[in-house]
């Protein structure tokens, strides 16, 4: 059973970083994809960035694209979201996600996968970002 557990979220001002935190557990398959969702208040889930572990292949939405960063630490397990620059309108809570028979390359994706495509997900943390 695929577990997620989100930590790293908290009150941020405006301009400043914040780096969230993944760790997954529990694949059957050695290749898997992990999305980072937020949604805020009377809004849907938005995909915000992806990758792939089979090459390390990234998608990232063009709402965060150049502030926004997924990366792992394969080692642990580890998968992880660089905000930096936030702004009010980041606030929303963030979710893990993953797509456990996911193993293609997002290096060709023009599209985030759809929600729908991921099928476990974390508890989800709170990013604020407020002055």
């Known amino acids: 059973q695929v577990q997620l557990v989100e930590s790293g979220g908290g009150l941020v001002q405006p301009g400043e970083s914040l780096t969230l935190s993944c760790v997954a557990s529990g694949f059957i398959l050695r290749y898997y994809a992990i999305g980072w969702f937020r949604q805020a208040p009377g809004k849907e889930r938005e995909g915000i960035s992806c990758i792939s572990t089979i090459d390390d292949s990234t998608y990232t939405a063009d709402s965060v694209k150049g502030r926004f960063t997924i990366s792992r630490d394969k080692s642990k397990n580890m998968f992880y979201l660089q905000m930096n620059n936030l702004k009010p309108e980041d606030t929303a809570i963030y979710y893990c996600?993953?797509?456990?028979?996911?193993?293609?390359?997002?290096?060709?994706?023009?599209?985030?996968?759809?929600?729908?495509?991921?099928?476990?997900w974390g508890q989800g943390t709170q990013v604020t970002v407020s002055s």
């Open positions: 996600a993953a797509d456990p028979h996911y193993s293609r390359s997002y290096s060709r994706a023009n599209s985030f996968p759809l929600v729908g495509d991921f099928s476990s």
